[in-house]
């Protein structure tokens, strides 16, 4: 999971989908806002999702992960289907807005940056 766009992306190509090219491997992208696309209805039900199409393509979905917060917006990056790319993120959804390793991963940058910036005062 990568803290950015998949194929929701006006190039059909976000950042990741070229981390998935670059290292071979399936990637899926997370995201707090659409690029481009259209959905019918945002969800209102956790764990609900809407198709979201540009040009007359799929390419992502509307994700409600939490009550009471906006959706998250949820694309392929590379060598996945969005019905799989769905079924993992749903799996790793907790108490954040955020799946869990998108979750982890930002609650250990914000804590190694405040150690640089005690390091650095």
Do not use: Y
């Not at 009550?67 to 907790?94: D, N, W, Y």
């Amino acid at each position: 999971m990568i803290n950015s766009h998949g194929i929701l992306h006006p190039t059909f190509a976000g950042c990741a989908s070229h981390i998935g090219v670059i290292t071979d491997l399936p990637t899926i992208g997370i995201a707090k806002e659409a690029l481009c696309g259209k959905w019918k209805v945002e969800p209102s039900t956790i764990g609900d999702w809407t198709p979201i199409t540009f040009k007359n393509k799929l390419v992502g979905g509307c994700l409600l992960s939490q009550k009471k917060m906006k959706p998250i917006f949820i694309s392929p990056g590379h060598r996945i289907s969005l019905r799989t790319t769905m079924e993992i993120v749903k799996k790793t959804l907790r108490k954040d807005k955020f799946p869990k390793p998108i979750q982890f991963a930002h609650n250990l940058a914000t804590k190694e940056r405040k150690k640089l910036e005690e390091r650095n005062s």
